[in-house]
């Protein structure tokens, strides 16, 4: 089986890699390959790993029967062509501890007002009561999704004593410490939470989840922090709630505008604001660059979890993290 292999990687990293997988398979490294090769090879592909597909490269495969994505969300994927062409489409999940814990470090940073009193002594302002913290212990947590990343955010708060709510698409969960509310109940969960922490993929039915109804049920001390996607909270109303201070803050990792080859050299526009409206005036907004998910974990070892994903496939056993094509994630 034909197994292309989109992501980079060392010689030594190739070395296990071909070890790892099945040896049914025959492994091509498509980032190695001449630009006139790369069609044909496309073409001739029945599993590919990692990478995003565009249109006409989808449009090109004639054997692919499975792609596994080293990411979570699958917006940015053409999954009307998938089910076009009947392509099994798995997304991963292997990272979701790490962005778990950046979303909670970014909750903590925001009650605790830790940025602007850093900058408040850094002009040798000693004004330690104006900006006070805001403890977790005994606080209410709302999740806007319940997958993997809220799983591991919860575990985190644990030690807090905290108290959980989740909107979900099902009220079915094996976690009888949650409390779940449907999607058309959010107003009832909205109201109650201290903290709302949004991993919500981008889909049809999340766009705009959080709207100006949705911000106007809130209380006043509510921290947002988002680490799903930008346009699950409508850009205008989180703005607005924020400068009126309508709620205490928000920390946000995911945006609705973003540059061309952001992070490199090459980054176009050169500077790029993140929004139409200027959170960057804002001191009620923990802003980072889509960034949750990079650290210090060598990224080699997930990818390894891909690959024991696609030797089930392989073996005719059942993947996980099947997408469902219809929803979109």
């Not at 911000?215 to 930008?230: L, Q």
């Amino acid at each position: 089986m034909k197994v292309l292999f989109m992501m980079n990687s060392t010689d030594e990293e190739k070395k296990i890699l071909i070890k790892t997988l099945d040896e049914k398979t025959d492994v091509i490294f498509f980032r190695e390959l001449d630009e006139d090769k790369k069609e044909e090879i496309l073409a001739d592909a029945e599993i590919i790993i990692g990478g995003r597909l565009e249109d006409d490269q989808l449009k090109n495969l004639q054997k692919i029967k499975m792609h596994q994505t080293f990411g979570t969300g699958l917006d940015k994927h053409n999954l009307s062509l998938y089910k076009e062409k009947g392509i099994l489409l798995c997304n991963s999940h292997v990272h979701s501890h790490i962005i778990a814990e950046y979303g909670f470090s970014m909750m903590n940073t925001a009650s605790k007002e830790l940025i602007t009193n850093d900058q408040l002594l850094r002009e040798g302002i000693w004004d330690y009561k104006k900006y006070e913290s805001v403890t977790l212990f005994n606080k209410t947590v709302l999740f806007l999704g319940y997958g993997e990343i809220a799983k591991h955010f919860k575990k985190m708060c644990k030690p807090f004593n905290m108290k959980f709510l989740a909107v979900k698409r099902t009220r079915d969960t094996e976690d009888k410490e949650i409390e779940v509310y449907l999607p058309e109940e959010k107003l009832k969960a909205i109201k109650q939470a201290d903290y709302i922490f949004n991993s919500l993929p981008k889909t049809q039915k999340t766009i705009d989840f959080l709207d100006e109804y949705e911000f106007g049920a809130m209380k006043p001390s509510t921290i947002i922090i988002n680490v799903g996607r930008g346009d699950t909270i409508n850009q205008k109303a989180l703005f607005e709630a924020l400068k009126d201070n309508k709620i205490k803050g928000a920390a946000i990792d995911v945006w609705y505008n973003y540059p061309q080859n952001r992070g490199t050299e090459k980054q176009e526009p050169l500077p790029c604001y993140p929004s139409e409206y200027p959170f960057h005036e804002l001191k009620n907004i923990i802003m980072t660059a889509h960034r949750a998910w990079v650290s210090d974990v060598q990224w080699f070892n997930f990818t390894l979890e891909l690959i024991h994903n696609v030797n089930r496939f392989i073996r005719g056993e059942e993947p996980d993290n099947i997408a469902n094509l219809d929803e979109g994630y």
